[in-house]
């Protein structure tokens, strides 16, 4: 008996196709009527599947899931399962999904980056020189984001937008980095002398780039799926960095002069 209501087709297991209603965002895969059952708005299947975007595995789930256990579940897949990650990776991913996901991983590390200021008790009484070094962190990380786009994660087919979604969502492995850029620019760099543990805590900053340089190739091999991208990974990963570091240091030092300038 019909009942004129939209039903869904029997396959639990099918993947989110990324439709959504265009009145109330009601996730429409599955359906086999073109009727929204949430607000009942009918919809055009095809109008809307031609402009869809792949949804990103478990970060797009979020409002069915929960945010923190979409955000720590995409974290630790990225930390640990970096091929399966790229694996399931769509090559036309939502991009607003990877933006959005890329600035609570960069609000994360700024946040543990504070933490570790007012640990060494430089928050207040350096807080301009803060201030900077969190600028350079930021400006550094968003260069080598793009210098991967255009590098390492790029192939035959290249777009750079899919690329540089792809680096976005390696924002996470910062959630570790920062901290441990932060020990080691306050020590040996800014502030004077190193103190108690931290031989140790700039080893584990070395051990994690070698971490990173490793897991970044991994994505970069399984996602172009191209042995090319193992030697472009392991030649330009380091120039990536490089570059991003001596952009982020002119940035800072120019902005620096200019507040000087400013405030004389």
Known sequence: MTTGQPTLIDSPEAADTGLRCPECEYNL???????CPECGQPFDREELLAAVTAPIPMWSRRRQIGIFKAFFGTILTIWFRPIH????FPTDADQRDAFVFSNWCMVVALA?????FAYKDELLSEPFTCLMTSIGIVVGIIICEVAMAVTVFS????????AFA??????????LSVPLAVNYIVEHSSFGVPRGFDAILVTGLYVFAAYWWFCITCVAVTYRKHLANLILSILLLPLCVFASLMLSTITVTF??????ILTQ
């Open 29 to 35: 895969t599955g359906l086999t009527q073109d009727l």
């Open 85 to 88: 990650f790229a694996k399931r």
């Open 112 to 116: 543990m980056a504070s933490g570790m």
């Open 155 to 162: 192939g035959n087919d290249f777009e750079f937008t899919d």
């Open 166 to 175: 792809l680096a976005r969502m390696t924002r996470a492995y910062h959630i």
């Open 255 to 260: 902005t620096t002069m200019m507040v000087f």
